[in-house]
């Protein structure tokens, strides 16, 4: 194998035995990180707030997946939707593909809340608490004096802390804020069988923040895994510009008043920065790695190496292969095309069945075994059950029915108007009676309108069976 591929054969935070080596990354900044700073606050204040806010009375996100209750952007999902929620599925997958294909891992850099968490609330904790790089290699390698103690003690509680909290947090999408704050105000004693889990969970995110880290992006996220398949010469990824950065003489240290174009030298000056802030321990000057988290640190230390010796920025930067070989810009490739045409068909289609979705799902049947009844005054009846489930999460009242462009009557066995509970189911029988002359058939088609008060709220379609001989 080439030796310059060489580092493709192990990942970056292992050592040649096979032992975990303990990423330092240098504490960010520049021009990227401050916009991946804005991001990562909108993202943090919506995930600790959308389990708050109610649509309707509807949680924004639900996920209570023992309980089979969905609420997406406020919209309750019940079993009955199920189909809705594969779609919604599928459309992410899709959606995810087809970024990824367009714009490499700009969902792990940005928007991912494993490295939301990790290089915006916890690696920040610990560089407010041990310092930047240099001083934590230190403290680690420094004995159990007080002030490690103090620091570690410190840190390690903070983290223990926020776990919890993203603990509750998580908790809030799966059992509802309502039940998650009853809890609380209960004590937790009251719901051990909640709170147990509840501490497992925080325990998973502290191993997963303090320790694990950017493992979870190398070894463990599927998504990551992808990246070999989905990714292309054409991908928008944070890459090296090797041709600039190595021209005929390779990298060479800075020296002043050097043109470095001119004598083939590469605008590389060998500083390492680049390697010293990636929080996955990589070089990302060897090309495009399964490890990286396209996190763009290395983009803001290079520029502003760049800056410092007066030369352009963009070393580091977000390209294609094929704009760096080439210099070409970024194409709309087939497969692009072919992605997109799928992803608006199916977001049509969501969006589609998202507004025929109604709140009320009616089922009419005709009683199984019964035709239809001749009455005493010459009309002629029909019996049927119906099924109402309200989907909504408030009291449906004044529901009743009604017959569209059918000259008959509905007969309630009990009450003309009900309510339904919310999430609640109604069910029940009427007969309808209608005069002989307004059948076409034996059987006729009919619609029946649900109303709530005035609203409608469902239609659904049922048959009326009368005698052969009005054919
Ligand atoms: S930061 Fe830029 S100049 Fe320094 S080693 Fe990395 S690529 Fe080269
Ligand atoms: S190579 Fe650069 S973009 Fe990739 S993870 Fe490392 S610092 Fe982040």
Redesign the pocket.
């Known amino acids: 194998m080439d030796n310059q591929e060489r580092f493709r054969d192990s990942i970056g935070t292992l050592d040649e035995e096979g032992k975990r080596k303990w990423v330092y990354p240098k504490k960010p900044s520049g021009v990227f990180y401050e916009y991946r700073k804005y991001v990562s606050y909108a993202l943090l204040i919506f995930l600790f707030t959308a389990p708050f806010i109610k649509i309707n009375g509807n949680q924004f996100l639900l996920f209570n997946v023992l309980e089979r209750k969905f609420n997406i952007f406020g919209f309750p999902f019940w079993p009955q939707d199920f189909y809705l929620f594969v779609i919604a599925m599928v459309i992410g997958v899709v959606f995810i593909a087809l970024f990824t294909v367009a714009f490499g891992r700009i969902f792990c850099?940005w928007i991912c809340p494993q490295t939301i968490f990790l290089e915006m609330v916890f690696r920040r904790i610990e560089y407010a608490i041990e310092g930047d790089r240099g001083k934590q290699i230190r403290l680690d390698k420094a004995p159990w004096t007080k002030d490690k103690i103090l620091k570690k003690g410190t840190k390690w509680t903070i983290f223990a802390i926020i776990s919890f909290l993203i603990a509750n947090i998580f908790l809030a999408y799966l059992i509802s804020s309502d039940e998650l704050i009853k809890y609380i105000t209960n004590g937790p004693t009251s719901h051990l069988g909640t709170f147990i889990p509840l501490l497992v969970f925080t325990a998973v995110f502290y191993f997963v923040f303090a320790w694990f880290r950017e493992q979870v992006c190398i070894i463990a996220c599927p998504y990551g895994r992808l990246q070999g398949v989905l990714l292309d010469q054409k991908s928008i990824v944070?890459a090296y510009d090797h041709k600039r950065g190595e021209r005929e003489e390779g990298r060479q240290k800075f020296k002043k008043n050097q043109d470095r174009a001119a004598q083939g030298i590469g605008d590389c000056i060998a500083c390492s920065q680049?390697v010293q802030?990636?929080?996955?321990g990589?070089d990302?000057r060897n090309g495009t790695q399964l490890e990286?988290?396209?996190?763009?640190?290395?983009i803001d230390a290079c520029d502003s190496i760049m800056e410092s010796v007066n030369l352009p920025k963009g070393l580091i930067r977000y390209a294609s292969e094929e704009n760096i070989e080439k210099k070409s810009k970024f194409e709309f490739t087939p497969r692009l095309k072919g992605y997109t045409a799928v992803l608006t068909i199916l977001t049509g289609l969501l969006i589609g069945l998202l507004l025929i979705r109604s709140d009320i799902e009616a089922k009419v049947l005709r009683l199984p075994g019964q035709t239809y009844e001749m009455k005493d005054n010459g009309n002629i009846s029909n019996v049927f059950t119906y099924k109402l489930l309200n989907k909504t999460n408030v009291e449906m009242d004044s529901i009743h029915f009604k017959l569209n462009s059918f000259n008959g009557e509905i007969k309630m066995v009990k009450k003309e108007y009900f309510s339904i509970e919310k999430g609640g189911i109604a069910k029940g029988t009427f007969f309808i009676e209608t005069d002989p002359a307004a059948l076409k058939d034996d059987k006729n088609k009919i619609e029946i309108e649900v109303y709530s008060k005035d609203r409608l709220i469902d239609r659904t379609t049922t048959n009326f069976m009368g005698p052969r001989t009005f054919r």
Request: overall charge neutral; glycine content about 6%; charged content about 0%.
């Open positions: 850099g944070v680049c802030v990636c929080p996955t990589i990302i990286c988290v396209n996190c763009t640190a290395c």
